[in-house]
């Protein structure tokens, strides 16, 4: 019999499915998870809000979950699980990449989908299809941040880049936010996708990168100087790599035009080994938690 275990959830996007997300999903795996709003035992709050501050940290564990590139508040919060590379035992990395996976076999749920995208032994057993992309490069952003502002247009300037998000629209706009599953839809007819975050900060790493790959596209990314470290650096293209626009764009237009490489590049697993890094897999996050139940 698992022993009971009350949470609750505050401070999140959205749409956030308080008994269907990935948190919810992890701690029912061992214990008999339930939502109890005005007592929990475990509080996991986010950074759009601040409900968080009318729960007795005396009584409930507050955790703090952060997708933004923003850090921790241990003066709210007890512990904190974000994309950092912090030191101590209070904080553990688990960045946002890794919850669209869909690590607990959870149907489909149109409401708010983003932590069921991907079937995780699809993700690692690759399927490239013989017949090659039909279309040079895709970009969807929706916020004006960051690098990309002046780097879409520098690579617009070789070929066409079809741009589905706010920023640069110049095909019909995809429907629902940017993390949904219409956004990998539309990627699978792209040789390239521009995954740049809208900030950089080691470690911090969204679901941008991942979405490329789940619609088997070159991840064309900037953001997380450490991404390689992630993900097996041979399966992307990483600016960090290159240092600037002009050879970036560069190596870009060479695979472009040369189909053994971009067929030598896609094929490559997605992750070192083909094994997704041991920190992001459920039972090692679920040891953090342990620590504290």
């Known amino acids: 019999?698992?022993?009971?275990?009350?949470?609750?959830?505050?401070?999140?996007?959205?749409?956030?499915?308080?008994?269907?997300?990935?948190?919810?999903?992890?701690?029912?795996?061992?214990?008999?998870?339930?939502?109890?709003?005005?007592?929990?035992?475990?509080?996991?709050?986010?950074?759009?809000?601040?409900?968080?501050?009318?729960?007795?940290?005396?009584?409930?564990?507050?955790?703090?979950?952060?997708?933004?590139?923003?850090?921790?508040?241990?003066?709210?919060?007890?512990?904190?699980?974000?994309?950092?590379?912090?030191?101590?035992?209070?904080?553990?990395?688990?960045?946002?990449?890794?919850?669209?996976?869909?690590?607990?076999?959870?149907?489909?749920?149109?409401?708010?989908?983003?932590?069921?995208?991907?079937?995780?032994?699809?993700?690692?057993?690759?399927?490239?299809?013989?017949?090659?992309?039909?279309?040079?490069?895709?970009?969807?952003?929706?916020?004006?941040?960051?690098?990309?502002?002046?780097?879409?247009?520098?690579?617009?300037?070789?070929?066409k880049i079809d741009c589905a998000g706010a920023v640069y629209q110049n095909v019909p706009r995809i429907s629902g936010r940017g993390d949904e599953i219409q956004k990998v839809i539309f990627l699978n007819d792209y040789k390239f996708n521009i995954s740049f975050e809208n900030s950089t900060h080691p470690g911090y790493c969204t679901e941008k990168i991942i979405h490329s790959m789940f619609a088997n596209c070159i991840p064309v990314y900037w953001g997380d100087p450490l991404v390689h470290q992630d993900f097996n650096e041979n399966s992307f293209l990483n600016w960090h790599k290159f240092g600037s626009d002009e050879a970036f764009i560069e190596q870009i237009i060479k695979i472009d035009n040369d189909a053994n490489l971009y067929k030598d590049i896609i094929n490559q697993p997605w992750f070192k080994d083909n094994k997704i890094p041991d920190f992001v897999q459920p039972e090692s996050v679920l040891s953090f938690f342990e620590k504290f139940i």
């Open 1 to 159: 019999m698992k022993n009971k275990l009350k949470i609750w959830f505050s401070d999140f996007w959205g749409d956030w499915q308080f008994d269907d997300n990935y948190f919810y999903n992890l701690l029912s795996t061992k214990y008999d998870v339930v939502l109890h709003k005005e007592n929990p035992d475990i509080l996991i709050f986010s950074c759009f809000s601040d409900v968080h501050k009318s729960y007795d940290g005396g009584k409930t564990i507050k955790v703090q979950f952060l997708a933004e590139n923003m850090r921790p508040d241990f003066n709210n919060c007890h512990y904190a699980i974000n994309f950092d590379y912090m030191d101590g035992e209070k904080n553990y990395r688990l960045p946002l990449w890794a919850l669209h996976l869909n690590w607990f076999d959870r149907p489909y749920r149109p409401e708010r989908d983003q932590a069921y995208l991907h079937n995780v032994n699809d993700f690692l057993n690759k399927n490239i299809s013989k017949v090659p992309k039909s279309k040079f490069c895709s970009f969807v952003a929706s916020q004006t941040k960051g690098k990309r502002l002046e780097f879409v247009p520098k690579l617009y300037q070789y070929k």
